[in-house]
């Protein structure tokens, strides 16, 4: 058995298990594009206009400009994870697409890569419908936000990865639960989302730096979208680089042992 | 001549469970080639291995002469699979499924669009091409995935219980349809679970059991060596056990019957009614079913 860290051989082949999702979202587009145009609406009006009208401005920036960038890199971690835990395990376990699939020249190395670049292309999607939204609203600016594109595609990349390390290792679709609840959950609410990382004890500063691969991205957007480039910049492309290739490997070396016996 | 597949002292072990102990087998080309065996005899995972989906733990195996472990994607290139399970993809219509398929095995759009019209064709399916999958009989689903295993033209088509839970109707049609792919020269391999399937279709087949061949053959040789041409059928009653006793006569007990294995019948029936007197007795020719149980015992499997 190879080492789980052993780079797996993936061929040009893997876009078309991304070509078959892709086919299969836009068979039903109306139901995939409403949901991160309404939860754009749903979070500028409720925390950014509701909640921003008694916080006013966190360093100088408006609130309802400050959690803007939030809700795009919260979009970018739930639209790749929920794709490639539920998603993927539905189409592994009960629709048994996986075993189909690795009957034709695909490996299974190319079906794991192929849903994987399907997950972060449900992120760039997702980013690409909001941010004419945040636009509108006045709360991002442009060109610079532009850079959220490409952005939600990396970290499409990362989120899909971790997500499929899940998958891969889950005895059931129920325990796909736990990390929902207790990662990304608490990802979502701290890290640097809709408060600065800043009023946190400094303990739970560096957790949230060393661990939470959404930091990384609300960090990204957020110099992206006021603009603002910080002198974190090059760390936390180096994090999500790093992170996006351990878990992408890893997780494709832990399918392969779970589906080739 | 080298055949399609060539398999000498494979074995496949999971853990510590020996799935498939040392087999060795040659498949020829054109030829219907078929494993049977009881539940958790191996057939599924030698499948597996000619698959190039589940490695092997040692021997040797080829397919087409090439090694599943080193050019799988070029082998399965050229395969066709009919799994035990129903693994269509719930999100497509029948032509959507095969379509789908095509480009799994870069088969051009053009080429893929005439294929699927062919193959729904050939199983039947040319009116339910817009229907999704779930709105189908289970007899239609196993059609439709023998004509995706057919969208990339296979020189080897692998069918694990292709006709399981079929109507006679069905199973009939999919009979037919193997038959006709053999005439146009397709290899076939299959396994089943049903004994007139596989005398009817196989030109050649082994029996399995715990991992190993038990015999391998033509149907028809199988029979004649292993059980004999005919099947002597009595009553089982203390006084038929003696008299078979008394011949010398070999003979099986099944519950409310005797049965005594033959070559010729009509002698050994005429001596029996002479001499086994107060019993119904009755012949009847001797089937693969007989050769089956022979071997594999009628102990049930899980």
Known sequence: ?????????????????????????????????????????????????????YVGAIDGVPYIDYIAPAILAISVMNSAFFECTYGSYVRMYYQKSFDAMIATPLSIEDVIAGEILWGATRSLISVAIMLPVLVVFRVISLPSSLFAIPLAFLGGLMFAGLAMCFTAITPSIDTLNYPSFLLITPMMLFSGTFFPLSILPTIFQYVALAIFPLTHIVALMRMATLPQAGALLPLHIAWILAATISFCVISINLMRRRLIV | ?????????????????????????????????????????????????????????????????????KNPAEIKQRIGVVPQETNLDPDFTCAGNLLTYARYFDIPPAEAEKREGDLLAFVAL?????????????????????????????????????????????????????????????????????????????????????????????????????????????????????????????????????????????????????????????????????????????TLRE
């Open chain 1, 1 to 53: 058995m190879p080492p789980i860290w052993s780079l797996p051989r993936i061929t040009r082949r893997a876009g078309k298990v991304w070509h078959r999702n892709l086919v299969v979202f836009f068979k039903t587009w109306k139901v995939n594009f409403f949901p991160p145009f309404i939860e754009a609406l749903l979070y500028l009006s409720a925390i950014g206009l509701g909640i921003g009208t």
């Open chain 2, 1 to 69: 001549m080298q055949g399609i597949i060539e398999a000498d002292d494979l074995t496949k072990t999971y853990n510590e469970m020996v799935a498939v102990s040392h087999i060795r087998f040659s498949v020829k080309k054109g030829e219907i080639f078929g494993f049977l065996g009881p539940n958790g005899a191996g057939k599924t995972t030698t499948m597996r291995m000619i698959e190039c989906v589940s490695p092997r733990t040692s021997g040797a195996l080829l397919v087409f002469g090439m090694d599943p472990e």
């Open chain 2, 126 to 298: 040319t009116e339910k091409r817009d229907v999704s999958i779930d709105k189908l009989s289970g007899g239609m689903k196993r059609r439709l995935i023998l004509a995706r295993a057919l969208i990339n033209n296979p020189d080897l088509l692998i069918l694990d219980e292709p006709t399981i839970g079929l109507d006679p109707q069905a199973r009939h049609l999919i009979w037919e349809r193997l038959r006709l792919l053999r005439a146009q020269g397709n290899t076939i391999v299959l396994t089943t679970h049903y004994l007139d399937e596989a005398a009817r279709l196989c030109d050649r087949l082994v029996i399995m059991d715990h991992g190993t061949f038990l015999v391998e053959g033509t149907p028809a040789d199988l029979v004649r060596d292993q059980v004999g041409s005919e099947i002597i059928e009595m009553d089982n009653t203390p006084e038929v056990i003696a008299c078979l006793v008394d011949l010398g006569v070999a003979y099986e007990i099944l519950g409310e019957e005797v049965q005594v294995a033959t070559d010729a019948s009509r002698e050994l029936a005429k001596t029996l009614l002479d001499r086994c007197k107060k019993s119904r007795l009755s012949t009847r020719p001797a089937t693969l079913e007989d050769v089956f149980l022979k071997l594999t015992g009628r």
